[in-house]
């Protein structure tokens, strides 16, 4: 079966821009996250998503970042007013329930530079 | 606050040879660990996870790690290595408080030379 997939694989902006990251997560996975990881460092926690509600954002950094999941399947990073800091690369993963021993299957990420 | 780390940045080791990589633990409570690999250009693979019962967990391509509660530790091992085991490893958990965060270390890059 398909995995978690991501688009775009690349993303280059220029600051101040507006940015949409997607990711598709496995079928039938009700639990989607959505991580970043910045060079030479483990990836951490953005936001949670238990169907279509955001479950937890605590790790979104600002209010420039916001995340969507309309229909509990694809969702949607959006980033306003890009800013250099941002250069990093987004991973989305997805599980089956979202609990704490649930295997979170990773897309392969969006790397955005913000020049 | 719960954290994990991995002490090494890096690890050596020639094919054929058992290698080591490191992990450990800071929680109060039950942790769930996981080991991922993640190859150039790569999302994260995932590897094994311990939940609860058998210390030594099995996973994919031959890796093992082993939980140890009283050094608060889930080293990652394998018997003998390959240079396509060459790659960077995360290890990661979830713990009681933050429950579906899994929050990693900073990753060590394991070099496997032939």
């Known amino acids: 079966g398909a995995g978690v997939s991501q688009t775009p694989s690349n993303k280059v902006t220029e600051k101040g821009k507006y940015v949409e990251l997607r990711c598709d997560p496995i079928s039938g996975h009700t639990a989607l996250y959505w991580y970043r990881q910045s060079l030479g460092q483990g990836p951490e926690f953005l936001i949670y998503f238990q169907g279509t509600g955001a479950a937890d954002d605590s790790g979104l950094p600002n209010d420039r970042f916001f995340a969507v999941r309309p229909e509990g399947s694809v969702s949607t990073l959006k980033i306003q007013r890009t800013e250099r800091g941002d250069s990093a690369v987004y991973l989305c993963?997805?599980?089956?329930?979202?609990?704490?021993?649930?295997?979170?299957?990773f897309g392969p990420g969006t790397r955005l530079t913000v020049l | 606050a719960q954290s994990v780390a991995q002490p090494e940045d890096q690890v050596n080791v020639a094919e054929g040879n058992p290698l080591t990589v490191k992990c450990t633990y800071s929680v109060s409570g039950n942790p769930y660990l996981f080991w991922y690999v993640q190859y150039p250009n790569r999302g994260l693979q995932f590897l094994l996870k311990y939940i609860t019962g058998d210390n030594l967990v099995k996973g994919s391509y031959g890796f093992e790690a082993e939980f140890n509660k009283s050094q608060t530790s889930f080293h990652l091992k394998k018997p003998s290595a390959l240079v396509s085991d060459s790659a960077l490893y995360f290890c990661a958990g979830t713990f009681m408080d933050s429950s579906y965060k899994l929050i990693f270390g900073s990753g060590t890059r394991l070099l496997v030379r032939p």
């Open positions: 993963a997805s599980s089956f329930r979202g609990t704490s021993t649930d295997t979170q299957y």
